[in-house]
Nanobody, 127 residues
Framework: QVQLVESGGGSVQAGGSLRLSCAAS????????MGWFRQVPGKERSFVAA????????YYADSVKGRFTISRDGAKKTVYLQMNSLKPEDTAVYYC????????????????????WGQGTQVTVSS
Protein backbone atom coordinates (compact mmCIF):
# COMPACT_ATOMS: atom_id res chain seq x y z
CA GLN A 1 0.00 0.00 0.00
CA VAL A 2 1.46 3.32 -1.06
CA GLN A 3 0.84 6.35 1.09
CA LEU A 4 1.41 9.94 0.07
CA VAL A 5 1.55 12.67 2.71
CA GLU A 6 1.57 16.33 1.69
CA SER A 7 2.87 19.20 3.79
CA GLY A 8 3.85 22.83 3.35
CA GLY A 9 0.49 24.43 2.66
CA GLY A 10 -0.58 27.64 4.33
CA SER A 11 -1.58 31.24 3.81
CA VAL A 12 0.50 33.75 1.89
CA GLN A 13 0.01 37.12 0.26
CA ALA A 14 -0.06 37.54 -3.48
CA GLY A 15 3.44 37.53 -4.91
CA GLY A 16 4.73 35.27 -2.19
CA SER A 17 6.09 31.73 -2.31
CA LEU A 18 5.38 28.34 -0.79
CA ARG A 19 6.98 24.94 -1.18
CA LEU A 20 4.81 21.87 -0.94
CA SER A 21 6.30 18.49 -0.10
CA CYS A 22 4.89 15.01 -0.70
CA ALA A 23 6.50 12.12 1.15
CA ALA A 24 5.88 8.66 -0.31
CA SER A 25 6.06 5.25 1.26
CA UNK A 26 6.89 2.12 -0.69
CA UNK A 27 10.09 0.54 -1.95
CA UNK A 28 9.63 1.35 -5.61
CA UNK A 29 9.35 5.13 -5.49
CA UNK A 30 11.88 5.27 -8.29
CA UNK A 31 9.23 3.75 -10.56
CA UNK A 32 6.48 6.16 -9.63
CA UNK A 33 5.50 8.96 -11.94
CA MET A 34 4.33 11.83 -9.74
CA GLY A 35 2.08 14.82 -10.09
CA TRP A 36 0.34 17.68 -8.32
CA PHE A 37 -3.30 18.59 -8.77
CA ARG A 38 -5.54 21.19 -7.15
CA GLN A 39 -9.19 21.60 -6.40
CA VAL A 40 -11.47 24.42 -5.34
CA PRO A 41 -14.99 23.89 -3.96
CA GLY A 42 -17.53 23.16 -6.64
CA LYS A 43 -14.96 22.45 -9.34
CA GLU A 44 -13.21 19.36 -10.63
CA ARG A 45 -9.69 18.53 -9.61
CA SER A 46 -7.28 20.06 -12.11
CA PHE A 47 -3.75 19.29 -13.20
CA VAL A 48 -0.88 21.47 -11.98
CA ALA A 49 2.42 19.72 -12.68
CA ALA A 50 3.93 16.29 -13.26
CA UNK A 51 7.36 14.66 -13.32
CA UNK A 52 8.64 11.37 -14.65
CA UNK A 53 10.71 8.68 -12.89
CA UNK A 54 14.08 10.15 -13.44
CA UNK A 55 13.05 13.74 -12.95
CA UNK A 56 14.38 14.83 -16.32
CA UNK A 57 10.97 15.45 -17.83
CA UNK A 58 8.33 17.76 -16.41
CA TYR A 59 5.01 19.09 -17.59
CA TYR A 60 2.98 22.07 -16.34
CA ALA A 61 -0.46 23.53 -16.69
CA ASP A 62 -0.34 26.77 -18.67
CA SER A 63 -1.67 28.68 -15.66
CA VAL A 64 1.42 27.88 -13.56
CA LYS A 65 4.15 27.61 -16.19
CA GLY A 66 7.09 29.81 -15.29
CA ARG A 67 5.94 30.23 -11.68
CA PHE A 68 5.82 26.66 -10.30
CA THR A 69 8.55 24.02 -10.35
CA ILE A 70 8.12 20.32 -9.64
CA SER A 71 11.07 18.23 -8.54
CA ARG A 72 11.82 14.94 -6.81
CA ASP A 73 14.39 13.52 -4.41
CA GLY A 74 14.69 9.74 -4.73
CA ALA A 75 16.72 9.29 -1.57
CA LYS A 76 14.04 11.05 0.46
CA LYS A 77 11.14 9.58 -1.56
CA THR A 78 9.74 13.08 -1.77
CA VAL A 79 8.27 15.24 -4.49
CA TYR A 80 8.24 19.01 -4.21
CA LEU A 81 6.22 21.81 -5.72
CA GLN A 82 7.92 25.17 -5.48
CA MET A 83 5.32 27.88 -6.00
CA ASN A 84 6.49 31.42 -6.70
CA SER A 85 4.65 34.61 -7.64
CA LEU A 86 1.48 33.22 -6.15
CA LYS A 87 -1.85 34.67 -7.18
CA PRO A 88 -5.24 34.62 -5.43
CA GLU A 89 -6.47 32.25 -8.15
CA ASP A 90 -3.91 29.69 -6.98
CA THR A 91 -5.97 29.25 -3.81
CA ALA A 92 -7.03 25.59 -3.62
CA VAL A 93 -6.46 22.29 -1.91
CA TYR A 94 -3.35 20.78 -3.48
CA TYR A 95 -3.06 17.03 -3.90
CA CYS A 96 -0.03 14.91 -4.57
CA UNK A 97 -0.58 11.85 -6.75
CA UNK A 98 1.42 8.98 -8.16
CA UNK A 99 1.31 5.93 -10.39
CA UNK A 100 3.51 2.89 -10.78
CA UNK A 101 4.93 2.00 -14.17
CA UNK A 102 7.34 -0.64 -15.46
CA UNK A 103 8.72 1.87 -17.92
CA UNK A 104 9.30 5.63 -17.78
CA UNK A 105 6.58 7.36 -19.76
CA UNK A 106 6.26 11.11 -20.25
CA UNK A 107 4.64 12.97 -17.35
CA UNK A 108 0.87 12.44 -17.13
CA UNK A 109 -1.77 15.11 -16.66
CA UNK A 110 -5.06 13.24 -16.27
CA UNK A 111 -6.46 12.36 -12.86
CA UNK A 112 -7.57 8.88 -13.96
CA UNK A 113 -3.98 7.98 -14.81
CA UNK A 114 -2.94 8.27 -11.16
CA UNK A 115 -3.34 5.41 -8.70
CA UNK A 116 -2.31 6.93 -5.39
CA TRP A 117 -3.46 10.19 -3.82
CA GLY A 118 -2.55 12.17 -0.74
CA GLN A 119 -5.03 13.78 1.61
CA GLY A 120 -4.44 17.29 0.31
CA THR A 121 -3.03 20.49 1.77
CA GLN A 122 -4.71 23.90 1.71
CA VAL A 123 -3.02 26.83 -0.01
CA THR A 124 -4.61 30.25 0.45
CA VAL A 125 -3.33 33.33 -1.39
CA SER A 126 -4.71 36.68 -0.33
CA SER A 127 -4.67 39.83 -2.43
Amino acid sequence: QVQLVESGGGSVQAGGSLRLSCAASGRTFSRYGMGWFRQVPGKERSFVAAINWSGDSTYYADSVKGRFTISRDGAKKTVYLQMNSLKPEDTAVYYCAGYYSDYDPPPRARTYEYEFWGQGTQVTVSS
